[in-house]
C-alpha cells in the first residue's frame, strides 16, 4: 500500500491557548493524535486501535490564536501489530510541529493483533520518513 496522507484543519480559538496566548501544547497533542488515528482509520477499523506512543512531537514556532492550522498524518511504517504515523502541523506553508505516533491494531480483548498491512515508500522524502519511523520502533 502507497502513502497517503489525511488533511485536518483546526481554527485556534482562545480555549486553547496556554498562559503565554499560545496554542496549549495539550491540545495540540490531542489533535495530534487524533490526526493519526483518523489517517490509521483510513486503513484499519478505528475500533481495532489505540494510541500506545507519542514518540516525538516537536514546536520549532507558537502556534497563534487565530491561526488555521493544518494538521497532516501519513502511516508512513507498518510493524506486525503497529503502524506508525508522521504528523506535521503548518500555518499557511510554514510547519511549526512534527512528530511520529504509534498506534497499535488490536482484538476484542485489548491484545495485539497483526493487521498483514505493508506500506511500501516511494519517494526519497518517503524513504526518509519510513527510515526514521523504524528507528523509532526499534527503541520501542
Known sequence: MSFQTLVTNRFV??????HHGTLFAGRSA???IEAGLMAVSGILP??????VKLNEMSFTTPVNL??????EATPVYA???S???YNAVYVGEKKLIEGFITYVNIDANGKAQ???????AETEEEKLLQ???AKLKSRA
Open 13 to 18: 480559538k482562545s480555549e486553547d491557548l496556554n
Open 30 to 32: 490531542e489533535w495530534f
Open 46 to 51: 478505528a475500533d481495532n486501535i489505540v494510541c
Open 66 to 71: 487565530g491561526d488555521i492550522a493544518r494538521f
Open 79 to 81: 510493524g506486525k501489530s
Open 83 to 85: 503502524i506508525i504515523t
Open 114 to 120: 497483526p493487521h498483514g498491512i505493508t506500506l511500501t
Open 131 to 133: 527510515e526514521r519511523a
